[in-house]
């Protein structure tokens, strides 16, 4: 493994909301990661996530077969995600499960898919109350992300990018596996995330690496170590069309260190019908908008059809 990065800290629990915005805004133009402390999810909680995650993962194959995605929610096996479509290797070495709220337009065209009952009966408790707790913690986050690009808190609200019907959860196993050949074995391949924010939280084996300069070659990959009970979040690519650039979507990946691995993601995404498109605040004559007006549910499209072997879904 090569050198760690030293990520800035970020508390959600101060009272000094103007303060923590700048220090937001300071991590979002250097790295687009950060780790947030105090966030008001108990570790109790985010084990026992980990743990109802570890009981689904091994279930036998056909019975998570039973859950298989349709469009990008339930389970999907080793190697069914590509992050990297230029990528060799003939998949990402993980398996996925992908839930989300059961309300809304999302949960309509992509039900949700629960295991049985019977079978693990504190899963879908446990998931329900992981995503609702992270929401606070989003909605809050996201006031703060506005402060610091000088707009109001609620901006994101307003223009359908924070919406608790459309964010996601991804929980992940890694296999940890080993190439060997010595070649390096890819988790989750070079990308960077789609949607506004990620948080994630992971089982504390290393494994998740950044490369600050996509542009550079050959890449420089730097490992990021956890902190135990803090979230790491990242920016994603809608929030740095929004910012034109401004907020980094760092690109990232997780290679196998030979050591199972679990982690949770969730994705604060905006409403699949919100249009993505340059802040005012972020653009000038000097400096024109980069990207043109998106709407989100046909971004997600795109990068979900590249990513996943045949994708059907629409967002
Ligand atoms: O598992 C991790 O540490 C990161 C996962 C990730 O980058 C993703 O799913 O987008
Ligand atoms: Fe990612």
Redesign the pocket.
């Known amino acids: 493994m090569g050198t760690v990065l030293k990520l800035p800290i970020i508390d959600l629990s101060s009272p000094e909301k103007i303060y923590t915005s700048r220090l937001i805004r300071q991590a979002c133009l250097d790295h687009g990661f950060f780790y947030l402390t105090n966030h008001g999810v108990s570790e109790k909680l985010m084990e026992g996530v980990l743990m109802e995650s570890k009981k689904l993962f091994s279930l036998p194959l056909d019975e998570k077969m039973v859950m298989a995605r349709r469009g990008f929610r339930g389970y999907s096996p080793l190697y069914d995600e590509k992050?990297d479509p230029s990528a060799t290797s003939k998949g990402d070495s993980?398996e996925?499960f992908t839930f989300g709220s059961s309300e809304g337009v999302l949960a309509q065209i992509y039900p949700n898919e629960w295991p049985l009952e019977e079978l693990l009966p504190l899963w879908r408790p446990t998931m329900e109350c992981y995503y609702k707790t992270v929401m606070d913690v989003g909605k809050k986050l996201l006031g703060l992300v506005a402060l610091a690009l000088d707009l109001e808190e609620n901006f994101f609200e307003q223009v359908e990018g924070f919406n608790v019907q459309a964010a996601v959860v991804?929980l992940?196993r890694?296999p940890g596996e080993l190439n060997s050949s010595g070649e390096v074995t890819c988790?989750?391949s070079a990308?960077s995330?789609y949607g506004m924010l990620?948080l994630?939280a992971?089982d504390g084996v290393p494994?998740?690496q950044v490369c600050r300069d996509k542009d550079k070659e050959p890449r420089v990959w730097e490992d990021v170590a956890g902190i135990k009970g803090a979230f790491?979040v990242n920016i994603g690519d809608l929030m740095e069309r929004w910012t034109n650039g401004l907020f980094r979507s760092t690109m990232?990946?997780?290679v196998s260190v030979g050591k199972e691995?679990y982690?949770v993601?969730v994705?604060v995404d905006p409403d699949p019908n919100s249009v993505v498109e340059c802040l005012e605040s972020c653009c000038s004559e000097t400096s024109p908008p980069r990207f043109p007006p998106i709407r989100t549910r046909d971004y997600f499209h795109e990068r979900f059809s590249q990513t996943f072997a045949s994708y059907s879904g629409s967002g």
């Open positions: 992050l993980k996925i991804r992940l890694y988790g989750a990308h995330d990620t994630l992971t494994g998740l790491l990232h990946r997780v691995r982690s993601a994705f």
